[in-house]
T-cell receptor, first 112, second 113 residues
Framework: KAGVTQTPRYLIKTRGQQVTLSCSPI?????VSWYQQTPGQGLQFLFE???????NKGNFPGRFSGRQFSNSRSEMNVSTLELGDSALYLC???????????FGPGTRLTVL | QKEVEQNSGPLSVPEGAIASLNCTYS??????FFWYRQYSGKSPELIMF????GDKEDGRFTAQLNKASQYVSLLIRDSQPSDSATYLC?????????????FGTGTKLQVIP
């Protein structure tokens, strides 16, 4: 099976702009989670989608939003970018039987 | 108290030794436990998962779970320089259809040749 894919891999934006990141889960996985990883805060949970519905949400401001499509692909959007949004954004898809979660390669976002 | 705690390290072990990585969690209802390895600049890679008390072995890796004491550990036997990475512990709490995944901040392991 192909792994989790994320696009783009690298992104440079300026403050105030918005960005959309995309994630395609492993075939058959219906759960997609998004994480933000920074050197100071570690891996922080953003939200999880399951069958097009947001199931869980972390403690991030409303500027961070997401959605999931009927084919389980997911997008994450960040509006009004701030310098502190610079991070590695990771998408993970989860197997519903064993709950194993597999990460994509991530999108490295730099906000200037 | 953090929900999932790991010593940030670095933990330095000589090549060929056993590396012992520990993780404690606060939620007694947690049911699934995972270990990930993350190389610098890369995404986390799943190494092992464990659900039941006791030991689970996979090659050079052994995961140990003690729910009564609320800790899970990862042993790496015959450590190799290629094992040098940050190891993340993840804990899943289930309640009906609700699931919560919490990661520790990771332990950096350095295997000295």
């Amino acid at each position: 099976k192909a792994g989790v894919t994320q696009t783009p891999r690298y992104l440079i934006k300026t403050r105030g702009q918005q960005v959309t990141l995309s994630c395609s889960p492993i075939s058959g996985h219906r759960s997609v989670s998004w994480y933000q990883q920074t050197p100071g805060q570690g891996l922080q949970f953003l939200f999880e989608y399951f069958s097009e519905t947001q199931r869980n949400k972390g403690n991030f401001p409303g500027r961070f939003s997401g959605r999931q499509f009927s084919n389980s692909r997911s997008e994450m959007n960040v509006s009004t970018l701030e310098l502190g949004d610079s991070a590695l954004y990771l998408c993970a898809s989860r197997d519903s039987v064993y709950n194993e979660q597999f990460f994509g390669p991530g999108t490295r976002l730099t906000v200037l | 108290q953090k929900e999932v705690e790991q010593n940030s390290g670095p933990l330095s072990v000589p090549e060929g030794a056993i590396a012992s990585l520990n993780c404690t969690y606060s939620d007694r209802g947690s049911q699934s436990f995972f270990w990930y390895r993350q190389y610098s600049g890369k995404s986390p890679e799943l190494i092992m998962f464990i659900y039941s008390n006791g030991d689970k072995e996979d090659g050079r890796f052994t995961a140990q779970l003690n729910k009564a004491s609320q800790y899970v550990s990862l042993l790496i036997r015959d450590s190799q320089p290629s094992d040098s990475a940050t190891y993340l512990c993840a804990v899943i709490f289930h309640s009906g259809g609700y699931q919560k995944v919490t990661f520790g901040t990771g332990t950096k392991l350095q295997v000295i040749p």
